[in-house]
């Protein structure tokens, strides 16, 4: 078997596999005979079949897979010993004469391949990318004060309605004048949260009641949602669409939410007992945290502007036709040829930017140690406790809940592939001169609206 590159472009180039019958004969024998003592047909003992017989049945089959599985090993084999860069994957040449596995015993295979440019990249101060700063003012601190003071709340029993209250109460069915409904439905112990009525005719009758009352009112226009009137009054989901009518709603518990009190208290709850101890330190506490949360989102934003920095500077050449039609064929049924053609300039920016990448990662011998992976799957993990209040767990219960995440290869491998971008982002951020622009949150978000905008327009 022998396998020649013949380039017909500086990107692409075909790969010729000559395969003759030594290559796969004994393969092929040794799968017949095989077949042969497992063949069950009438009139021959198991094991006695004639080889002639097993050859006219199966031959011909066994040969197509065997010289199958020669091209596909021979392909990786020689991409991998000859240190080819590919980009996609070998397609068969679209001038391949079809194989005549019935009079021929040497075959000749042809495939297309597409090779990586090689990418040169010089970074320095000369390369000014802008970074943005988010200003911490504050309309932020009051609102992550305030989200502080909402999360340490509790609900404390009043006596009487005002116009958000959670009240805990029972619900009984009335019929057309008023009466309670015989048979009707009824619900014990329901929670209702008065600002969350949708009727603000009903939701005003609810203020200044007190326990014991009673208020009679419609539940389909207090809520319209077929999912919040079966869950309050309990009842299955295809019998709330027919719900309809007035309720009798008897008030037992009347709780009205009061935020926790930014004080001595709170600080040792949200941090630890003796960490914070000031107000001033709470303050600097968070604005350390709302910085550290922008900085991932300030981080992801001088990544797409460095993109486009350097994707148009660099501006890799690719084989376009090649890739185009790479893509019509492993995504066939998924896309036509047509949506490929629209979708490929977002793609090919996107595989110039990763081959930007990868030359970064080779050029500077950047690395991802498992250290690095354990210590991005604990962010995860710390991240998603968060959401629930959770945000003081010891180290150990992190790295315990993070390890199991690692078990996921899909996981691991994307937290790899993250952690590779992080490292190259702080590259980039140290070899090049960040043009700083302090924003508030407003002007950030606007950048991304333009973005957005720009991304629509090119699509169009």
Not at 125 to 141: C, S, T
Request: charged residues 40%.
């Amino acid at each position: 078997m022998n396998i020649v590159k013949e380039n017909n472009s500086d990107l692409t180039a075909i790969l010729k596999i000559n395969i003759t019958k030594e290559d796969y004969s004994e393969k092929v024998d040794n799968v017949i005979n095989d077949h042969r003592k497992k063949a069950r047909i009438d009139g021959f003992r198991p094991g006695k079949v004639p080889i002639g017989l097993i050859k006219k049945m199966y031959g011909k089959g066994i040969l197509l897979e065997e010289v199958n599985k020669l091209i596909s090993e021979s392909l990786t084999n020689y991409i991998r010993d000859e240190k080819l860069n590919l980009l996609g994957e070998p397609l068969p040449n679209e001038d391949q004469i079809v194989a005549d596995f019935d009079n021929e015993t040497e075959f000749e295979f042809k495939f297309d391949v597409a090779l990586a440019p090689e990418v040169e990249i010089k970074l320095s101060k000369k390369d000014k990318i802008p970074y943005y700063d988010i200003k911490v003012d504050e309309k932020l601190l009051e609102s992550h004060t305030d989200n502080y003071a909402r999360k340490f709340g509790q609900f404390l029993d009043v006596e009487e309605t005002t116009d958000n209250e959670l009240l805990t109460g029972n619900f009984i069915q009335l019929d057309d004048k008023g009466a309670i409904l015989e048979n009707g439905i009824k619900s014990d112990d329901v929670k209702i949260t008065i600002e969350y009525i949708k009727d603000a005719d009903i939701k005003a009758t609810f203020a200044g009641k007190k326990i014991g009352d009673n208020i009679t009112f419609d539940v389909r226009k207090a809520y319209p949602s077929d999912s919040e009137i079966a869950s309050m009054l309990k009842i299955d989901k295809e019998i709330a669409k027919v719900v309809n009518g007035d309720f009798q709603f008897n008030i037992k518990v009347v709780q009205r939410f009061d935020k926790a009190e930014i004080n001595q208290e709170l600080f040792d709850k949200a941090f630890g007992e003796g960490v914070i101890k000031s107000d001033e330190e709470f303050k600097a506490k968070i604005t350390e945290e709302i910085k550290s949360n922008f900085v991932r989102e300030t981080d992801y934003r001088f990544m797409i502007d460095a993109k486009q920095k350097f994707v148009e500077k660099i501006n890799p050449e690719l084989p376009t036709e090649f890739l185009q039609r790479w893509l019509t064929v492993v995504n066939e049924g998924k896309f036509t040829a047509e949506q490929i053609k629209e979708e490929y300039p977002k793609f090919e920016d996107d595989l110039k930017w990763q081959l930007i990448k990868d030359q970064i990662i080779r050029d500077n011998e950047i690395k991802v140690e498992e250290a690095d992976i354990l210590e991005a799957a604990m962010e995860v993990t710390a991240a998603q406790f968060a959401q629930y209040g959770l945000g003081n767990l010891p180290k150990e219960q992190l790295e315990q809940y993070a390890q199991e995440i690692l078990k996921k290869d899909d996981e691991k491998r994307k937290l790899y592939e993250k952690k590779f971008e992080d490292k190259v982002v702080d590259f980039i951020k140290e070899s090049v001169k960040l043009d700083t622009k302090e924003v508030t949150v407003e002007e950030f978000k606007k950048l991304w609206e333009e973005e957005q905008k720009k991304v629509e327009k090119k699509s169009k």
